[in-house]
Nanobody, 125 residues
Framework: QVQLVESGGGLVQPGGSLRLSCAASGRTFPNMAWFRQAPGKEREFAAAFRHNGGTYYGDSVKGRFTISRDRAKNTVYLQMNMLKPEDTAIYFC?????????????????????WGQGTQVTVSS
């Protein structure tokens, strides 16, 4: 049974940092990503890690967030620096089993078959 379990969320002050983790079990995936959903807004793409090592970021997080992967632990991370109040959201981990997915499609929710339950990140003073 496939499971994605996120952890690492919490309350942080503006300008602070957090590192989210997503541990996958049941199988390995070529592509994994983070999406986020702020209150009253649609879910949006944050970052993706492709099987060939390519990384991709949404415009709102580029330069502040870094996605990485530990294949031995079957875990993907999202290092979030210089956090802003507008980064407040539920962060979801997603996994794509198709190694043929082209990079542009990795920004779309429809590319991912498996999703975690989400972890809350709140940026506030």
């Amino acid at each position: 049974q496939v499971q994605l379990v996120e952890s690492g969320g919490g309350l942080v002050q503006p300008g602070g940092s957090l590192r989210l983790s997503c541990a996958a079990s049941g199988r390995t995936f070529p592509n994994m990503a983070w999406f986020r959903q702020a209150p009253g807004k649609e879910r949006e793409f944050a970052a993706a890690f492709r099987h060939n090592g390519g990384t991709y970021y949404g415009d709102s997080v580029k330069g502040r967030f870094t996605i990485s992967r530990d294949r031995a632990k079957n875990t993907v991370y999202l290092q979030m620096n210089m956090l802003k109040p507008e980064d407040t959201a539920i962060y979801f981990c997603a996994a794509d089993s198709d190694s043929g997915t082209i990079s542009s499609r990795l920004r779309a929710e429809a590319a991912y078959e498996y999703w975690g339950q989400g972890t809350q990140v709140t940026v506030s003073s």
